[in-house]
């Protein structure tokens, strides 16, 4: 890899641009894709890569290419600077999650407890029009205080998000529920949301549910059955 | 969620600091391969290593032919499987197949 391309590819993820690395087998040439200056079909096999968030080799009139997807990682907004937030957070930059941790109550939401995390002290409602969740975006509540929790769900459930959490019991889910239905959400909508969020392993401890949600979150990111 | 991300930077890290890196990336699995197209192990020529292109069965193989083309600067395409009689004698306990491509980050 050229010292040009190595920079290029890292500005790229820098920028949490999308981007393939095709590497021409077995010579080694190299380019960035998508690039309007090459063959399209090039360009449709490196979107493609890009959409499925898969790395592979094609082979385009009779040469092979290794297509290496670079896709920006996925981003995880974590509403509730909370106790299981701090087992949540670090456990989930491990998975090379994007993590945003949101709670306008400044002695939860410090630098100190979420180290090399971004954090927002603004109103979850506030927080979630300038994040703007995509397709590529987690949503997880966790302060079970519904002035907090209720207006992010709110904002998620109008969002592309991939896949929606709320911490908390079958019948604190159920007032929420409830509670959303108010603000207008179907059935359809509400399905959306996992409550009791996470993977029911009988989790006890913070790190322990962490590790349920996460699960859950990788099982959903994953398509398994 | 992709760890390659960190490979690269580490092997790009070590590049600035002044080592000689190769870097080896899957780019194709058939089978029950342990490591999924684009995972990648760099190589020092000090021997440092940093990822994986599997659990572990290629890993030695791929420092040696990682050598090769740090001497060379030509890069490799290398072929593992467990009927696999050429060069890289080396078989995958998993009965996998797979090809990893070698080459040196200049």
Redo the contacts between chains.
């Keep these: 890899?050229?010292?040009e391309t190595?920079a290029a590819?890292?500005e790229a993820?820098t920028a949490k641009r999308p981007v393939v690395l095709a590497?021409q087998?077995?010579?080694?040439m190299q380019m960035l894709l998508p690039d309007p200056g090459v063959n399209e079909a090039l360009n449709v096999a490196a979107r493609r890569a890009l959409s499925r968030d898969?790395?592979?080799?094609v082979s385009i009139e009779g040469t092979d290419w290794?297509l290496?997807?670079?896709?920006p990682?996925?981003r995880l907004i974590v509403v509730g600077a909370v106790h299981i937030a701090q087992s949540l957070v670090p456990m989930a930059a491990q998975?090379?999650?994007d993590v945003i941790v949101v709670d306008p109550r400044r002695s939860f939401a410090t630098t100190e407890r979420f180290p090399n995390v971004t954090v927002m002290g603004d109103w979850p409602d506030e927080a979630m029009e300038v994040l703007k969740p995509d397709s590529r975006s987690a949503v997880i509540t966790l302060t079970h205080d519904p002035k907090l929790d209720d207006p992010a769900l709110d904002r998620a459930l109008q969002s592309d998000a991939f896949y929606i959490g709320a911490l908390g019991s079958r019948k604190t889910h159920a007032r929420r529920l409830d509670r959303l239905r108010e603000l207008g959400h179907g059935d359809d909508a509400l399905a959306r949301i996992r409550g009791p969020v996470g993977l029911n392993i009988a989790a006890v401890t913070a790190p322990e549910i962490a590790l349920s949600i996460l699960a859950e979150f990788?099982s959903v990111?994953r398509n398994a059955a | 969620?992709?760890?390659?991300?960190?490979i690269?930077?580490t092997a790009?890290a070590w590049r600035e600091a002044g080592e000689e890196v190769a870097?080896a990336?899957v780019?194709?699995t058939w089978g029950s391969s342990p490591r999924?197209?684009?995972s990648q192990l760099a190589v020092t020529r000090s021997g440092r290593m940093a990822g994986s292109v599997s659990g572990g069965c290629i890993e030695g193989a791929v420092a040696d032919a990682a050598m090769t083309t740090l001497d060379s600067g030509v890069?490799?395409?290398l072929d593992f499987g467990i009927t696999d009689e050429r060069a890289w004698e080396v078989g995958l306990a998993c009965g996998g197949k797979l090809?990893v491509?070698v080459?040196?980050?200049?």
């Design positions: 890899m050229t010292p190595l590819l890292t993820r590497t087998l077995p010579g080694g898969e790395s592979g080799t290794f290496h997807a670079y896709s990682p996925v998975l090379g999650i990788v990111r | 969620m992709s760890e390659t991300s960190d690269l930077a790009a870097i990336t780019t194709q999924p197209a684009g890069p490799a395409l090809k491509f080459e040196r980050l200049a």
